[in-house]
């Protein structure tokens, strides 16, 4: 888990308000769920046999009443429970997003901590296949806003119940006959859950893998259109797509459409965003029988694509800087700098009062420091007049003017950048 300094989190700020207008776009409106779930939810709507599950979960005892909890090592499960609690889909489909904090005990690595961050979509209530596209062109969408390339699509179908119940059999079976090149969590996972062996990252069994009988080839009628409608969707806007056999997801509550969007820049933490339709969870988790489909974005490892991209923006500055040689004029400073923030104008003052302020020199230092386009000069004459002088210190460096300060709200704007 780590901290987030300043100098980093105006670029999240940046890549939130980013999302946010996507989302807006699109008519998704955001869920805030707690980050503090009981164990139970987690267990039901991921699977007892995953890796979340087994060994990543942050889970524990109530000291107080004894109840089982767990820091939500996803989100999708907790917004399926707030849906069903709240009986959010009475009145028909909700279209909604969430950002914040999410837990896993994993080993650390680039783009990757146990407090991690996601930012997602969930459309419940919709159970045609141009969701999935809409949601898939929505994240697509994000990349180009954002300025990212080199961030492809691979998409998968995993069909319904009974297709996966056949594709199981010939899977185990096919397994069962490669025994010995099997790790030993493939073996564990055997007859639990073999659908994830397909998942593995162990290379002494891509060969064993890649050989297995393909899921696609078990789907019926109804899967095959519904996949087939999603990809004509992406085609006929341009959007560039893989299909993977092998894409699983890690999570059991997938069914038909599955996709990652993935990058090569992050070396082995190449996906950054994923998702599917799940159109069991409401049911598993307690509610009445409703599709739903959704993604989630990776936070810490889209930034580190952002900077490996170098399509970040500069961190944002002062648009100016209040420079007070005399700090009996600060009742006047205060009054005109609340006026100019009322006009939305960014004014960063010195503040030194307890040692004398500072010698003019050492405050033109640290405005120029502060990344100021412009300095508010509050001499003694200045002040005397009513004025104060603006200096120019980025654009037009050292043109400077004197203004009246009773009209600070009449010349704002002049001092607003445009970012």
């Given amino acids: 888990m780590n901290d987030l300094l300043p100098q980093d989190s105006a670029h999240w700020e940046w890549l939130e308000s980013r999302v946010r207008a996507l989302m807006q776009a699109y008519a998704y409106r955001q869920i805030r769920t707690p980050i503090v779930e009981p164990t139970a939810l987690f267990v039901r709507g991921l699977g007892e046999v995953t890796d979340i599950v087994e060994k990543e979960m942050y889970a524990f005892e ?49 783009g990757r901590y146990r407090q991690f961050h996601q930012m997602g979509a969930e459309a419940l209530g919709f159970a045609g296949p141009e969701v999935d596209a809409e949601l898939i062109l929505m994240a697509h969408r994000l990349w180009h806003s954002l300025g990212l ?31 010995d090149l099997l790790d030993e969590d493939a073996r564990r996972r055997l007859h639990s859950n073999p659908l994830r062996i397909l998942d593995t990252k162990n290379p002494a069994m891509q060969a ?28 006929a806007n341009g959007v560039a797509y893989r299909i993977n056999p092998r ?14 969007f993935v990058t090569e820049r992050l070396g082995s933490q190449g996906t950054i965003c994923g998702g599917g339709r799940y159109d069991d969870l409401i049911v598993q988790i307690g509610g009445k029988p409703a599709p739903a489909v959704g993604w989630a974005l990776g936070v810490e490892r889209v930034m580190e694509l952002l900077k ?10 002062p648009d100016a800087y209040a420079i007070v040689p005399d700090s009996s004029a600060l009742s006047t400073v205060f009054r005109v700098l609340e006026t100019l923030r009322g006009q939305g104008v960014r004014v960063q003052m010195h503040a030194s009062v307890a040692e004398g302020m500072g010698s003019m ?21 200045e002040l005397a007049r009513g004025e104060v ?25 002049r001092l607003q950048s445009n970012d």
């Fill in 247 to 260: 894409l699983v997801r890690g999570m059991d509550y997938y069914n038909l459409t599955v996709f990652e």
């Fill in 62 to 110: 109530d000291r107080l009443n004894g109840e089982q909890l767990t820091l939500r090592p996803e989100a999708t499960a907790g917004v399926v429970r707030a849906v069903v609690e709240h009986n959010l889909l009475y009145d028909g489909g909700k279209r909604l997003y969430y950002m914040g904090p999410m837990f896993r005990h994993e080993r650390p690595q680039r």
């Fill in 149 to 179: 390339r080199d961030v492809r699509l691979e998409i998968n179908s995993l069909g319904q119940a009974d297709e996966r119940a056949a594709h199981r059999q010939a899977l185990i079976a096919h397994l069962e006959a490669h025994a």
């Fill in 361 to 381: 020199k050492s405050q033109f230092k640290k405005a120029d420091q502060s990344g100021a386009r412009f300095a508010l000069i509050f001499g003694g004459d």
């Fill in 308 to 317: 490996e991209e170098g399509v970040l923006p500069a961190a944002p500055v």
């Fill in 389 to 413: 002088t603006v200096k120019a210190l980025r654009d037009g460096a050292g043109a400077q003017e004197t203004l009246p300060l009773e009209q600070a709200s009449a010349w704002a704007k």
């Fill in 208 to 235: 064993c893998v890649e050989a297995a009988p393909r899921l696609l080839d078990f789907l019926g009628e109804a899967s095959r259109a519904h996949f087939q409608t999603v990809l004509s969707i992406l085609e």
